[in-house]
C-alpha cells in the first residue's frame, strides 16, 4: 500500500469491526491510504483484520471498545490521538441485530437494547469524537439499512432503530456543519458474505431449493439482478469519507444493486 489513496494521509476510526462489512471497511480504507483504527469488543477478531492490514503494508491500530461504556468510547478517542495525533473520519459501523419478530411480540428491552447500541452508541462515539473531527474539517459515515425504504414484516423493530440513526444522523449534519464537520449515511442492501450465505443456506433447506435459487429470488428484485459484495459497500463508504465528498453532507446513499429507489 502507498499513500495515494483517496484517504491518503487521514487517520480512520472504524467502530463496529466484524467479519463481514466492518472487516472489509477496515480494509478498503486502508487501501485508499489511511492509517485505520480498528474498535469493537471482541479484540481477537480486531487482530485479525490488523493482520491482513499490514501484510498488505498498510498501518492500523487496534482498540478494543464497548460503544456503550462512556470511558471506554474516550479511551478510544485518547488512544486514536496518542498514537496518530489526529482523527479525519469515523465510521460507525456497530448494531444489534434485529428480533425478526412482529412488534407486537417483541419485548421492550429488546428495542431498548437495539435503539441504545445502535442510535445511543453511535452518538455516543460522535460526541467524543466533535472536537477533533472540527480541527481537521473531519467527517463521518453511519452505516445505515435499507430496511428505512420498507415495511416488511418483523423488521419493525431494526426499523425503528435504523430510521432513529437516520433522523440523529441528519440532525447532527445540520448541527455540526459550522464546524466543518460531514455527516453523511449509506445504506446497504443485503451484503453477499459468509452471514448471508448461512442464512440462504437454512432458507433453502427449510423450502427443499438449493441455495443458489435462493440467491436468483432475492437478486431478481434488483435493478443489476445481483446482491452486492462487502467491498463494494465499503467503496461507498470510503468515496462518502474522502476529499472527493467534500460538499456531500445529510445525504444518505443507497448501495443495493437497485433493490430500492429513494
Known sequence: MTPTGLLADKVVVVSGVGPGLGRS??????????????????????????????????????????????DAVAGLVGS???????????INNAFALPSMKPLARTDFDQIAASLDLTVLGTLR?????????????????NINSMVIRHSEPRYGSYKM????????????????????????????GYIWDDQLKWYFGEVAKKYGITSEQVYEQTASRSDLKRLPEPDEIAEAVVF??????????GHTLDVNCGEYHD
Not at 496518542?82 to 482523527?87: A, L, W
Not at 462515539?125 to 459515515?141: Q, Y
Not at 447532527?172 to 446497504?188: F, H, M, Q, Y
Request: glycine letters at 8%; a negative charge; zero cysteines.
Open 25 to 70: 471497511i477496515g480494509l478498503r480504507a486502508a487501501a485508499a491510504g489511511a492509517r485505520v483504527v480498528l474498535a469493537a469488543r471482541t479484540e481477537s477478531r480486531l487482530k485479525e483484520v490488523a493482520d491482513e492490514i499490514a501484510t498488505a503494508g498498510g498501518t492500523s491500530l487496534v482498540v478494543p471498545t464497548d460503544i456503550a461504556d462512556d
Open 80 to 90: 486514536t490521538l496518542d498514537e496518530f495525533g489526529r482523527v479525519d473520519a469515523v
Open 125 to 141: 462515539v460522535i460526541k467524543a469524537f466533535t472536537d477533533p473531527l472540527a480541527k481537521t474539517n473531519g467527517n463521518i459515515v
Open 161 to 188: 432503530a435504523k430510521s432513529a440513526l437516520l433522523a440523529m444522523s441528519q440532525t447532527l449534519a445540520t448541527e455540526l456543519g459550522d464546524k466543518g464537520i460531514r455527516i453523511n449515511s449509506v445504506a446497504p
Open 240 to 249: 462518502l469519507a474522502s476529499p472527493m465528498a467534500s460538499a456531500i453532507t
